[in-house]
């Protein structure tokens, strides 16, 4: 019996939980009992980083130190190898590493509690004066790695020049070393072709010496002629000769064979002596000859030797001058590398001037929709990150949430007309259902009793055509023309 009458009671309750979940089935149709949703959107505290500040922000890094380049003509290679040093220390990104606040302050308060605000009105401003530095000192590096590449762009264009002009020095010197040598060569030349001339001439002078010795000792060889003083002629006679006969008063001269020896040598001795003197002037000139070759040698073995000594400080300055393009050519490299990477940081630091600026930005708190505030943080507040700021409840159609039944839900869909009304409201106002459950569950209940969490139900949505107060009971009412949705 007692089991029996708890079967009863347990039946009983059901009937009527059924009955609160069917409504009232008028001839009106299907009526159920809904609360509009309270829908509201919160702001949170925005997660703000505050970099450790920088001191050598908006100054350029000392610690790159220049090399020393090689001592050339152009004198031009330290100081681009100085400027590619300085450059990669300039690039260094900054030490201090970004971290989160633990709260932000609120400054002041733009729209109270109750106070209807448009997407896009400012809520609150908050505490920025840290990253309002952080912006200027993003824009001091950013304007220090700007700048660099300015400056290593000039350095390449004067290092360009500089190898341009060392390139046009060292055409030069080659030109000239190649002049100088084709002088050297012709200097030489013309030094074998004097001591050619030289030794002919050498030859042709003992040939002429040679000549005018036995020419003077064929004069010395020669008798004496008789001078004025001497005896005449017939006392030439060889003593012996018999005199000549004569005939008549006017005898004939005999012949004198010692007067003709004597006209012959003189004559002889005439023309030896002409040889001599042209002998004697030939050798003459042939020293001259020879001493003019001489003095003329010892100039062209001079001048060969001066050039020699030219050419080799010319060469050797060549080897300078390749040593050196080599050093400018590296120093050009190494320039243009660091103005790619100079450019890479101020890219990086234009970067980091728009986050620190969007990090400026978060400390203006909007609203991200339009509707009534509900709630709003107080000035001077301090609000961990991710913490409600304010909590807004969205303006436009209202949500309203409802449960039905099995045999109730199998007349309702998604899309079905219905009409909402409240006990302030005159007329009703027209919703549409736009969520119907597919699976029982446990409808939430101010009466925990065991009775009505046994009983499962389906949630369903309502969605109306205007905006309801929330939270508020209304009843919901689907015609009798839109009972059977699924006919």
Known sequence: MRARAT?????????????????????????????????????????????????????????????????????????????????????SAPSGQPTLVPAVLVTTVNAPQGTHVNAGDTLVTLDDKAQRASVAFAKADATVAAAQVGVLTQSIKDADDAASTLASQRATLASTIATLTSTQHKLSSSLSTLASTRQQLVAKKTTVDGALSKLSSAIASMPSLPTASQPSSTNLIPSGTPPHPTTGSNPAAPPNPAAAQLQQAAAQLTKLKAQQAQLTHAQAQMGTALAQLDAGRAKLTSALSQLTTGLTKARAGLVKMDAARVTLDDARQQLRDAKKLAQVASDA?????????WQLGLMTVTAPVSGTVVSIA??????????????????????VDAWASPAQVAT???????????????????ATVTVVGSQATYPPSSTTTDEIHLTRAFEITVQTSSALPAGVPVTITVPSSESDCHA
């Open 378 to 399: 107080a000035t001077g507040a301090t609000v961990p990150p991710g913490a409600p700021l304010a909590v807004i409840r969205p303006d436009g159609p209202a949500l």
């Open 349 to 357: 630091s234009q970067v980091a001037v728009d986050a620190a600026q």
């Open 412 to 430: 309702l869909c998604a899309g079905q007309a219905v009409t909402v009304l409240g006990d302030w409201m005159a007329s009703p106002a027209d």
């Open 7 to 91: 079967t009863m009671a347990a039946l009983v309750a059901v009937a009527l939980l059924m009955g609160t979940l069917s409504g009232c089935a008028s001839a009106t149709g299907l009526v159920l009992t809904g609360t509009v949703r309270d829908t509201t959107v919160t702001v949170p505290a925005p997660s703000v980083q505050a970099p450790q500040i920088d001191i050598d922000a908006g100054f350029a890094s000392t610690s790159g130190t220049s090399t020393s380049g090689s001592s050339t003509s152009s004198g031009s290679t330290s100081g681009a190898s100085g400027s590619a040093a300085s450059a990669s220390g300039s690039t």
